[in-house]
């Protein structure tokens, strides 16, 4: 757009201030301002929002305003089941391939276009072009249609045991259902406009990345009946207006809380929380009871990693405790072992093979670094100093290698240069690397499938692109299962596997808290923040 | 005067020219791929391939740049990589309150660090000059951020006359703006101050110790009137020379001012781009301070004439 969208925000501005002159006089008299009666839920978000299409970008910061705006077919509960939440039931036939779902009454979208089976067989085909989970769905898909305004067909071409659960998907990419119109733009470009069905509306023109994001209540939405319960049941906006303040200065933010200025801050720094804490008008609480789990990833194409015994002794080389006090510093925010790869608490939650990370032995380590053959070669750990989660890991990783007589160079880097530099298949020599570390909740990282970091499919897996037939088997034979305890056998098998293979390490497994006032009511206890059901006194 | 003001116009053409390419290559040769960060975790490679299409990333530099420079000439600084939102928006919204307070940093600082300086070389030698510049040092010394977090536990937690964070548009209140721009400018103009200060100390104490205004003594003119339309008056040049350059300063504060204060300015806007490689929002802003720089050095030259009507353009 041209310089004509700058003259704009003048002419706005100007425009603003013929209209609200009067207000500024009289509240230079000492006027008092009418006192607006609606409620207003101020928030100081984990991250800025910059782009507000939720199937571009796998972002959290997107995915939560996602929730707000959009709705999904259906939805994960506190147990970890799925249930229906704009789908009013489904039917399955017998032979598993073909799922008949149903629309319930009611669902408008914010442009006041009742919501169809053709707008969701639209969303479902553009977010299983850019999902993980919905990629692997569309390749079991025959075919998905809209047989009627309200019942779409989806039916697959082999027996799939996550279809529920990934139309239930509760982290990023979330299914989102748009409008057609929107639902149909290219995956790899955004929506040019944000309209949901969920039960707030997103104001485009009051949104100023880097700055708020303001949405208020849709009034037409109709909750579900049922309580809320994670991204399921009725969420019942109990607020008018949601406004999303960034601050990105923890101290600052702290500071906002403290004086009242914002309600609810989503991720205060843990070495704050003492001083929030000290204001009896605050409450700190573990919204996500799931956590998230640290990841040190190794890069499979070169040495020393590349070979099995050298990311075994690395394993015997570090201990949880160590990378949680550098990460969050309070034992009440992480769990002092968490041994499972896919998280404690999870419904696939076991702790099969995962001795030596849970004994730290020197020698061990020693050994099979000898075994592998390891020649002092220099080992390249990328260290994200501008991400706290990151670099504690780099530091604590590179002063274990280094104990068991590793050769360890940390590249310091920001985020941004880490997000680049990880994608380089070179060698670390020549631009490339050894070990990055990262994070993933506990809602991506729940089961072989949703957990890309122990796929093994080589060149076509995550970063640093393990290959391993027996693992990649397993995550198949777990995704077709449709009996759960078949499921946990597999579970099981897989675990064992990824302790011998070492696909990465889980560093371990902790709770961000929250912090709000205690004139928040309502806020609800989930893996992602959800603002429904929240009332503000 | 105006055939100078004219040639110094047509002078900041070839400097804008070359910031524009320096700023370009500077951001696409560094390392960093926005397309990357967009894809996110679970793109596959051939996804950032088609993000990078998408966002003309594959094109070789040479076509980018002429792209973008026939774009900028259109008045069109191009989309954020991000948001998708026109950059002339972004710093539309962003505008006024750097702008504001930048405007009220000078003035605090010029209005408190020139009188300062002028006392301080006045009574040079004693504990009020020794004060002066302690508070100085203590400005120039202390990183903006202590300050502004030392102002927000005094002023908004203990005192609770200002709010911690945000900004008001003039144009909305102005109680609330007020209320908003006092203690960044404080943190801001501390430094600012500082550097005045201390070169309207300097300047002065050579500037009186010249023969007209011992001349100007020995007349019997008062002191205040010696001080300050004798000896300030031919000591401004390289003050207001001082206060030009200071805004590269103000510049950089302004990034950090903004971010302890939660402002929505400009300077957030340039580190948040930075960290995300956001180009076509860097090289907009970069540009729009480059543009403003050279411009108010402009203004600084123009001022000597009213200081010392021996400078003639």
New interface residues.
């Given amino acids: 757009m041209p310089i004509t969208a700058f003259a704009n925000v003048l002419k706005k501005s100007a425009r603003h201030a013929v209209l609200s002159a009067p207000i500024a006089v009289a509240g230079l008299m000492g006027a008092t301002a009418p006192v607006s009666a609606e409620s207003v839920l101020k928030i100081v978000p984990h991250a800025d929002l910059r782009n507000v299409d939720p199937i571009w970008t796998t972002a959290y910061i997107t995915r939560n305003h996602g929730y707000l705006v959009f709705d999904t077919l259906f939805a994960l509960d506190e147990n970890l089941e799925v249930q229906p939440q704009m789908a009013a039931g489904h039917d399955v036939s017998e032979d598993g391939l073909t799922y008949t779902i149903t629309l319930r009454d009611g669902l408008t979208f914010h442009d006041g276009s009742p919501v169809t089976a053709e707008d969701v067989v639209a969303s479902i085909k553009r977010w299983g072009a850019r999902d993980g989970m919905g990629q692997k769905l569309m390749r079991v898909t025959a075919s998905l249609e809209a047989a009627d305004d309200k019942t779409v067909v989806l039916t697959l071409s082999e027996s799939y045991g996550l279809v529920l659960q990934s139309l239930g998907k509760i982290s990023s990419n979330v299914p989102f259902i748009m409008p057609k119109r929107l639902a149909e733009t290219d995956p790899n470009k955004q929506v040019e406009e944000i309209i949901g069905s969920g039960p707030f509306k997103f104001v485009a023109d009051e949104w100023q990345p880097g700055n708020q994001v303001v949405y208020e209540k849709f009034d037409e939405y109709v909750p579900r009946e049922e309580p809320a319960s994670y991204a399921a049941g009725g969420k019942v906006a109990n607020v008018d207006r949601v406004e999303w303040r960034y601050i990105p200065d923890a101290a600052t933010a702290s500071q906002a809380l403290l004086a009242g200025e914002v309600d609810y801050y989503e991720q205060p720094a843990v070495d704050l929380l003492p001083m929030i804490q000290s204001d009896p008008s605050i409450k700190v609480e573990t919204v996500d009871p799931l956590g998230t789990q640290g990841v040190v990833r190794f890069n499979f194409k070169y040495p020393p990693f590349d070979n099995k015994k050298a990311r075994q002794a690395a394993l015997w080389a570090v201990q949880q405790a160590d990378y949680m006090y550098s990460i969050m510093g309070d034992p009440a925010y992480f769990e002092e072992f968490c041994g499972a790869y896919f998280m404690c608490g999870g419904p696939y939650e076991t702790d099969i093979g995962s001795e030596p990370l849970r004994e730290k032995d020197v020698e061990k380590a020693k050994a099979l670094l000898a075994e592998s053959g390891y020649d002092g070669r220099e080992v390249l750990i990328l260290d994200p100093t501008d991400i706290p989660v990151a670099h504690g890991q780099a530091l604590v990783t590179a002063q274990a290698l280094r104990e068991i007589g590793m050769n360890v160079k940390l590249v310091a880097m920001d985020w941004a240069t880490m997000t680049s530099r990880r994608a380089v298949r070179e060698a670390p020599e020549n631009g490339g690397w050894n070990i990055f570390p990262t994070w993933w909740l506990a809602a991506d990282q729940l089961n072989p499938v949703t957990n890309i970091s122990v796929a093994a499919s080589g060149e076509n897996a995550w970063f640093g692109w393990p290959e391993n037939q027996k693992i990649e088997d397993l995550r198949n034979a777990f995704a077709k299962e449709t009996d759960a305890a078949k499921q946990m056998e597999i579970i099981e098998e897989l675990q064992a596997e990824l302790y011998d293979f070492v696909p990465y390490i889980p560093t371990g497994q902790y709770y961000q808290p929250t912090a709000f006032r205690d004139n928040v009511k309502g806020v609800l206890e989930a893996p992602v923040p959800f603002f429904w059901n929240i009332s503000v006194e | 005067m105006y055939a100078y003001i004219i040639r110094r116009l047509i002078a900041t053409i070839p400097i804008m020219a070359i910031v524009a390419v320096f700023v370009f290559m500077l951001l696409h040769l560094s390392?960093?791929?926005p397309a990357?960060?967009?894809a996110?975790?679970?793109?596959?490679?051939e996804?950032?391939l088609?993000?990078r299409e998408?966002l003309g990333l594959n094109d070789p530099l040479y076509v980018q740049f002429g792209g973008w420079l026939l774009n900028l000439l259109?008045?069109?600084m191009g989309?954020?990589i991000?948001?998708?939102?026109?950059v002339?928006?972004?710093?539309?919204?962003?505008l006024?309150p750097t702008l504001m307070l930048t405007l009220c940093t000078m003035l605090i600082a010029i209005t408190l660090a020139i009188p300062l300086g002028v006392i301080a070389a006045w009574k040079v030698g004693t504990w009020i000059d020794r004060a002066v510049m302690t508070l100085a040092v203590f400005g120039f010394s202390v990183p903006v951020f202590v300050i502004g977090?030392l102002l927000?536990?005094g002023g908004?937690?203990k005192l609770g006359w200002f709010?911690?964070?945000?900004y008001t548009?003039i144009?909305?209140?102005?109680?609330?703006f007020l209320s908003h721009i006092i203690l960044p400018a404080l943190t801001l103009g501390a430094v600012y101050m500082a550097l005045i200060a201390r070169m309207t100390r300097a300047t002065m104490l050579d500037v009186l110790n010249e023969d007209y205004v011992r001349t100007a003594y020995a007349k019997g003119l008062a002191t205040r009137k010696v001080l300050i339309k004798h000896a300030l008056k031919n000591a401004m040049v390289p003050i207001s020379t001082t206060i030009g350059l200071g805004v590269a300063l103000l510049i950089g504060g302004v990034v950090v001012t903004e971010?302890?204060?939660?402002i929505?300015g400009l300077g957030?806007?340039t580190?948040?781009a930075v960290?995300?490689?956001d180009y076509p929002v860097i090289q907009g802003v970069i540009l729009v301070f480059s543009f403003t720089y050279v411009l108010l050095n402009l203004l600084i030259d123009l001022s000597y004439v009213l200081f010392d009507p021996r400078i003639r353009y």
Avoid at chain 2, 40 to 45: L, N, Q, R, S, V
Avoid at chain 2, 163 to 166: D, E, K, N, S
Avoid at chain 2, 171 to 176: C, D
């Fill in positions: 390392p960093g791929d990357a960060i967009i996110g975790d679970f793109a596959t490679e996804q950032i088609k993000i998408q259109h008045g069109d989309q954020s991000y948001s998708g939102l026109p002339t928006k972004l710093i539309g919204q962003r006024e977090y927000i536990l908004s937690r709010p911690v964070q945000g548009s144009l909305e209140s102005v109680p609330g971010s302890v204060f939660a929505p957030r806007l580190v948040d960290l995300r490689t």
